[in-house]
């Protein structure tokens, strides 16, 4: 491994073809905030994947197009060289491109919207940052949501975007609870996973154990937090009765798993305290999930991974006087003890 | 008094016990920017009182419970020590305690969840007011409207927390204005005092003349400006034919009687024409109020205050150069003239 | 012209009543970044016009009751006296005064709410100039749209202020595409200049016409950009298939004109690659505008300038550090070249 990686790093020096396929799968990496171009390849084949046993090509192939546009954008608007080459103009990009496939009609006119909206991803990603770096924030995936949210939301005054697969628009409506006791264990397991998967809009156990493989191969603790955070979000989802259909698809596990890993071991110093505070940020989540859910009903958007992103946001920002913390590879942060 | 108060504070000092529960009262106390126990202990006799009228002791307990939640997570997260022991982190906390079982039903669910979102809020207050600082602007009582947001808009998703109090999500119907000759005026009267304890979503009159004596024995200003900001309301709604139900229960009356005081006595310096700019903000205060019961309907959840956030934060910040004034005692920035 | 443009400056530099109407004029211009008081008069001139062909003297006497509150406010709070000069204090209310008497019936409570609005105008205008300020990028329209959300959406909770001319709240329905060949090209030629009307919510091709020319006598660059935003807003929507009446009246055309221009000419220097740039922002706006359509509808308010707002902060945002360019006549950013 250590000889493949060494032999990768030299060809990507050279520069070229293969320094923009490194970047681009340090992109998705990213979208679990790993730098790292392996653990990038085995999420994209986790998207693949999945779009393959659910017959749906145009999310792998629009997952591809996103990512290499938003990264072209930002060559083209000459963007910090190191940001670049860790993969941060490319995460936001590749969500987008799995999102619009996802949520609307495989119509001719959905592909321009995707290139379009994945460019302007990486706009939004330069505003973004350039805010909350104010308060020494990153931008997270909010870039994504801020973007794909204009796009789906346009998709109900466009006659030629079909929307498919999100509720029509609706008021809130009372949700009945599931008994506890008739939940499957088994089932439960199932959506443990899922719930991972679902940070790329994917409900396919299978995929969840290709995302956890790319996360162990970079860092053991984001696997370990990822599979922490899932959990409080299933638990959280199952005792307080959310709709039990969300609960099976994974959809109250995907934004507590980012919660997590984000406060447990990457922008925080990994400690017993630290693990405490990221697991009361995940369980929050779990509430910022129902919340968004209830509030865009009306409008007939997902939530994404706004709760995510609003919940890590709320808890970074008191810290960060005290305990600046770069982007970095996760592993300097584990060396140092606190 | 004042020998009390010495007496008082000298216990204070020997820390312990007595200081907790200084640190407390102070925090409820600070909901109306009173930096003062006694006043927090009045304003903590009128929620008991309200609670026992209407009896719904879970408010009284909640209330309590919400307030030592939201101090201790303080306390644990080691903030500041100045903003701690005025109180600046119960504030939000006793809101948060009082709001969640006024307006969901009082099932076992209810109280991790207020017991959450009493911790979540000292975070969101930490978070905020490092936002705000930027532009040398206060919080408020932002985090409090933000966090219950959150856990009331989920309880849309929970099914096993019940929504009680609150109209269900609809869409704004026109309302029918009442004839302003039909208002009685001492019905009008009840109104004017309920309208200065919604502030703590009482609607009580006898609890609001505990809450002015309350603020009194701190400030003769600030309850001079709460009677003022919400005999604005109260007019600005009866002539703009507000729902008369709104105002009878001084809906209309607690957001802009706190913008007035704290634009009026609290952040700038008292004047003719910093009064004169406190009313041009009660007032639009209740044009926003009647904007967020609009905007919030669809969603099902009332507006707590934001409208005295949204607009206080628009009127402080053009003159936070120029008139930089910390959260001081009131009785300091009455001294000095301008 | 050189000559009377002298002698007006020569009158407007002995203060008085005539310095008094030149900012106000200035302060019409602005709408779309013209500091010129010429330009200013052409577009009143443009309003006028519009309400006597629609019968609706009212807006006429909005905008000027407007305009003139929001200057006469940003006097007495001794307001930044460069801006005040440059009519940076009557963009805002002249667009509050013409957008009142539009949506809500000209009922009595309709003038002090104008009023009240104007004037508030000019202080969240000094707000979120102050916030923006933190990354170098101007208000935009912004304080027009947020002050007048709340004007339009407290009328919901008010049963003395009538809306009118807005559809009543409802969720967001499925838009009928039209055929792209059933549109008749004469008709489309109108709604492009309707487009750049409707800045100041007229639907009126000869006060199009007007506008263009008040921009012609300060800066033709700004027509042009002007005349190819609204026609990419035009374009978009008829490929999307957006609502034929929304496109008829020149809806999707305003908000685009106003970021090509922002974008274009007035922020960035002008250049092929910035064009391109404006390009995309403008393209961007159009799917910004179905966006916000979609999502104020269960609210029952009109968009405003808010994708233009939106759309051109995101694509300013990145690039303030590297191309700083001050609110400056626009002829003098044209003659640097990149």
């Known amino acids: 491994m250590t000889g493949g990686a060494t032999n990768w790093n030299g060809l990507v020096e050279r520069g070229g073809a293969v320094r923009f396929i490194d970047i681009n799968l340090r992109g998705v990496g990213q979208v679990f905030f790993q730098n790292n171009p392996l653990t990038g390849l085995l999420f994209l084949a986790a998207i693949v994947w999945s779009a393959y046993a659910a017959k749906t090509p145009a999310i792998a192939v ?14 083209l608007l000459r963007s910090d060289a190191t940001s670049l080459r860790q993969g941060l103009f490319g995460f936001n990009g ?19 919207l995707l290139v379009l909206g994945a460019a302007v991803s990486t706009v939004v990603m330069l505003a973004v940052s350039k805010v909350m770096k104010s308060w020494g924030t990153p931008a997270l995936t909010f870039p994504f949501v801020l973007t794909t949210w204009f796009l789906i939301l346009s998709a109900h005054s466009f006659g030629r975007l079909p929307i498919d697969g999100i509720a029509p628009p ?23 996973i899922k719930g991972v998967a679902q940070v790329f809009l994917i409900d396919n156990w299978v995929a969840g154990l290709l995302i956890l493989l790319g996360l162990v191969v970079s860092s053991v603790w984001a696997a370990v ?47 017993w305290r630290v693990a405490l505070f990221a697991l009361l940020g995940a369980v929050f989540t779990v509430i910022v999930q129902g919340a968004l859910d209830a509030a865009l009903a009306p409008v007939g958007i997902p939530t994404f991974t706004a709760p995510f992103v609003f919940v890590t946001w709320l808890f970074l920002l008191p810290r960060a006087d005290f305990e600046p913390h770069r982007h970095e590879p996760i592993e300097r942060a584990l060396l140092k003890d606190k």
């Open 62 to 75: 629009g997952a591809v197009v996103g990512l290499v546009v938003s990264t072209t954008t930002a060559i």
């Open 94 to 112: 590749v969500l987008v491109g799995v999102a619009v496939p996802t949520f609307l009609a495989p119509v001719p006119a959905m592909w321009p």
């Open 170 to 192: 609706h008021l809130p409506q009372a949700v009945e609870a599931f008994p506890i006791v008739d939940f499957n264990a088994a089932l439960l397991g199932v959506s443990w």
């Open 225 to 271: 937090f990822a599979l922490l955070g899932s959990a409080a979000g299933l638990a959280g989802a199952v005792l307080l009765g959310a709709a039990v259909s969300d609960i099976d698809a994974g959809l109250y596990g995907f934004s507590p798993a980012l919660t997590a890993i984000a406060l447990g071991c990457v922008f925080y110093q990994l400690s």
